[in-house]
């Protein structure tokens, strides 16, 4: 598991849209997982859940994905998953194509995953977006198009994604499609990365730099200064 998978199931539990009246116990659910009691989570969330709020639905699916409170169970996952991402719960929509990304619960279906991370990525799903730069760079599981690569990864690093912001600069380096400065640009993503702690970044910006003139490192810096200082809005595009 990723560390932005990891990371979205240490966050996803805190937000939902839970109606006022089911508000309190989808909290209550939300306080006991955090403190371990899975069995008084599982208590608040199964009624939510069988009741169609997709907030529930999509806790209560974690649980099984992850094994906490019940017996791991990847089908059961991936069908409370689907209540809610049928409801347009951006997060069961990511957690529901990852399943079928990987295999789990379901029968390995890359078209049926593109499908949920792209419905997840149109909400601004960070790490929806994510994966679809890396599959669509990578061709990993789908041919590679790097019409849509650039777009997720756009999306996602202007997000604040280390990984993304890691994925541009690659698909700046090696794109055979003559990309304007895209010696430059690399580096600026690279740099940023680096900057948001990818140590991966780091070393290939260093690669690459070998390869630039003076002059054209310095541009690169200048402008990974004016996109972080921007927020990720001005990256020199």
Same mark, same amino acid.
């Given at each position: 598991?990723?560390?932005?998978?990891?990371?979205?199931?240490?966050?996803?539990?805190?937000i939902?849209s839970?109606s006022?009246?089911?508000?309190?116990?989808?909290?209550?659910?939300v306080?006991?997982?955090?403190?371990?009691?899975?069995?008084t989570?599982l208590?608040?969330?199964?009624?939510?859940?069988e009741a169609?709020?997709?907030?529930a639905?999509?806790?209560?699916?974690?649980m099984?994905e992850?094994g906490?409170?019940?017996?791991?169970?990847f089908?059961e996952?991936?069908?409370?998953?689907r209540?809610?991402?049928?409801?347009?719960?951006?997060?069961?929509q990511?957690?529901?194509?990852y399943?079928?990304?990987?295999g789990?619960?379901v029968p390995q279906?890359?078209?049926l995953?593109?499908?949920?991370?792209?419905?997840a990525a149109?909400?601004e799903n960070?790490i929806?977006?994510t994966?679809?730069?890396?599959?669509?760079?990578l061709?990993?599981?789908?041919?590679?198009?790097?019409?849509?690569a650039?777009?997720w990864?756009?999306?996602?690093?202007k *997000? $604040?994604s280390?990984? =993304?912001?890691?994925?541009l600069?690659? @698909?700046?380096?090696?794109?055979?499609?003559?990309? #304007?400065? /895209?010696n430059?640009?690399a580096?600026?993503?690279?740099?940023?990365?680096?900057a *948001? $702690?990818s140590?991966? =970044?780091?070393e290939?910006r260093?690669? @690459?730099?070998v390869?630039?003139?003076?002059?054209? #490192?310095? /541009?690169a810096?200048?402008?990974?200064r004016?996109?972080?200082?921007?927020?990720?809005?001005?990256?020199?595009e």
């Amino acid at each position: 598991m990723n560390k932005l998978h990891s990371l979205i199931l240490a966050i996803t539990l805190c937000i939902g849209s839970v109606s006022v009246a089911t508000a309190q116990d989808y909290d209550k659910g939300v306080a006991a997982y955090s403190a371990g009691d899975y069995q008084t989570a599982l208590r608040e969330w199964r009624p939510l859940a069988e009741a169609g709020d997709a907030a529930a639905q999509f806790s209560l699916g974690l649980m099984y994905e992850r094994g906490k409170g019940v017996l791991q169970d990847f089908a059961e996952a991936a069908r409370l998953y689907r209540l809610a991402a049928d409801q347009g719960h951006d997060n069961a929509q990511y957690f529901l194509g990852y399943l079928y990304d990987k295999g789990l619960g379901v029968p390995q279906d890359f078209t049926l995953a593109i499908k949920w991370y792209t419905l997840a990525a149109e909400q601004e799903n960070l790490i929806a977006q994510t994966r679809l730069s890396v599959m669509y760079t990578l061709a990993d599981g789908v041919p590679a198009d790097l019409t849509k690569a650039l777009k997720w990864s756009r999306l996602a690093a202007k *997000n $604040g994604s280390s990984s =993304a912001q890691t994925n541009l600069g690659l @698909i700046y380096e090696y794109s055979n499609i003559d990309l #304007i400065g /895209k010696n430059a640009m690399a580096h600026m993503w690279y740099n940023v990365a680096s900057a *948001n $702690g990818s140590k991966e =970044a780091a070393e290939w910006r260093d690669e @690459i730099a070998v390869r630039m003139a003076p002059e054209e #490192i310095s /541009k690169a810096q200048e402008m990974a200064r004016e996109c972080m200082s921007s927020n990720y809005q001005n990256c020199g595009e």
